[in-house]
């Protein structure tokens, strides 16, 4: 049986045809354009589905379903898109207009939650029924499976681990408006702060040198393979910022793992090493709980309209 998954963001639409296995038929990106409207952009992505079934060599008519993901608040019970910023979407029918136009079976979904079923279902974490995953990118993203499961909160408002208040005091305001939030410390963006930060107090390093002409979420990791010392130090401080918030989900969830994705999880053993050292050496010491896993997460950019995708299987 095949499915279309669909992952809008705010600059790309990802979306492909997924058999039960999640074997990619077909696939293909594509600008969102948010500002035509929500109307061009959803008949567009109809017509593109249509596209890929016949790329895959499959008639429209034997798709069994069509899932979507979308950044933002979602109730994926009744298939509203609450708010969307990136899309300028508010309180929009987006799964009965779809089945209304195609005649198909449409679920929506959070798009890190669309992404955390890709990887439980096909990805990093298809041995293990309960995990958490997070995206570690400019912003942070995150998805909760209980027994298989999508947990989502109440009002599928939930799975928000990225606005943990982890420091009460903090002065730091996320993009979200309050301040102190996890998101502060562990994104894309909280690590470009902390590294030219770090090139003011030490402008003779190599990391200063390597961010002469810009720097970005890889910057420090670059200086740190060279072995410069003010760029671990900054590695080391990311590191137990990123631990710190695994920890306290620890102890809500225990999970059997954490999956990673994003730009900074694409470091791999870097990254990962030192986070499952750290928390299992928590656990550990606070008594004999069960092990913990952290892996990286395999999908890329897939991971959504796959995860979207099994949202209809």
Not at 86 to 95: E, F, R, Y
Not at 180 to 190: F, L, N, P, V
Not at 198 to 215: H, T, W, Y
Not at 286 to 312: E, I, K, M
Request: net charge negative.
């Amino acid at each position: 049986m095949y499915y279309a998954g669909v992952d809008i963001g705010g600059k790309n639409v990802k979306m492909g045809i997924v058999d039960d296995f999640g074997n990619i038929a077909s696939s293909m990106e594509y600008k969102t354009q948010m500002e035509r409207g929500y109307d061009a952009i959803l008949l567009e992505m109809i017509g593109n589905i249509k596209s890929l079934c016949d790329q895959a060599g499959l008639e429209f008519e034997e798709l069994r379903g069509i899932g979507i993901g979308v950044p933002g608040i979602v109730n994926s019970r009744a298939g509203l898109v609450m708010s969307c910023a990136n899309l300028n979407w508010k309180g929009v029918d987006l799964a009965n207009d779809v089945q209304n136009l195609t005649g198909k079976v449409c679920k929506v979904c959070n798009d890190a939650n669309c992404a955390a079923l890709g990887e439980q279902r096909f990805g990093s974490g298809r041995n293990y029924k309960n995990l958490v995953f997070i995206t570690l990118g400019t912003g942070i993203g995150s998805g909760i499976i209980i027994d298989g499961n999508l947990f989502e909160g109440l009002g599928c408002a939930g799975a928000e681990a990225g606005h943990m208040g982890i420091c009460i005091d903090d002065e730091s305001e996320c993009a979200c408006g309050n301040k102190g939030c996890w998101e502060s410390y562990i994104s894309a963006s909280a690590l470009v702060a902390q590294t030219k930060r770090a090139v003011q107090k030490n402008p003779n390093s190599l990391l200063a040198q390597i961010c002469e002409d810009g720097v970005s979420g890889k910057s420090v990791f670059i200086a740190a393979a060279q072995g410069d010392a003010t760029a671990n130090s900054v590695i080391e401080k990311y590191i137990g910022y990123v631990t710190y918030g695994i920890i306290g989900l620890t102890n809500i969830l225990h999970p059997q793992a954490f999956v990673l994705g994003g730009g900074i999880a694409n470091e791999g053993a870097t990254l990962i090493l030192p986070i499952k050292k750290m928390l299992n050496e928590y656990i550990d010491n606070n008594g004999f709980y069960p092990y913990v896993d952290v892996v990286g997460a395999s999908l890329g950019n897939s991971a959504g309209f796959l995860g979207a995708a099994a949202l209809v299987m």
